[in-house]
């Protein structure tokens, strides 16, 4: 079993900037990969990016290439999404989940956290 817990999530205006994170623990493994998803109300859930333990691998939605930046810290067991240049439409709850590799797809990751909201203000 893998225990995902996500943080940083919050409010902010269109513009502005988060970092969320993910800490990990349980059986966690090198040949794990992050993801990201996200889900807003009435809509269903998107992945954002992902990212593998072992060499760093990452994958980003087009919808997010070139303001989201996904990264891990080995050592927490922490996979961070440093979100820029945030518009409304990237409000949502955003969710981490662990699976053995950069699927795009929910049904490709077992473990999931329970999700931090993510507010941006016109």
């Known amino acids: 079993q893998v225990q995902l817990v996500e943080s940083g999530g919050g409010l902010v205006q269109a513009g502005g900037s988060l970092r969320l994170s993910c800490a990990a623990s349980?059986?966690?493994?090198?040949?794990?990969?992050t993801a990201w998803f996200r889900q807003a109300p009435g809509k269903e859930r998107e992945f954002v990016a992902a990212?593998?333990?072992?060499?760093?691998?990452?994958r980003y939605a087009d919808s997010v290439k070139g303001r989201f930046t996904i990264s891990r810290d080995n050592v927490k067991n922490t996979v961070y999404l440093q979100m820029n240049s945030l518009s409304p439409e990237d409000a949502a709850s955003y969710y981490c989940?662990?699976?053995?590799?950069?699927?795009?797809?929910?049904?490709?990751?077992?473990?999931w956290g329970q999700g931090t909201q993510v507010t941006v203000s016109s």
């Open positions: 989940a662990v699976g053995p590799t950069l699927w795009s797809t929910a049904a490709g990751y077992t473990y």
């Open positions: 990212i593998r333990w072992s060499g760093g691998s990452t």
């Open positions: 349980g059986r966690t493994s090198s040949n794990y990969a």
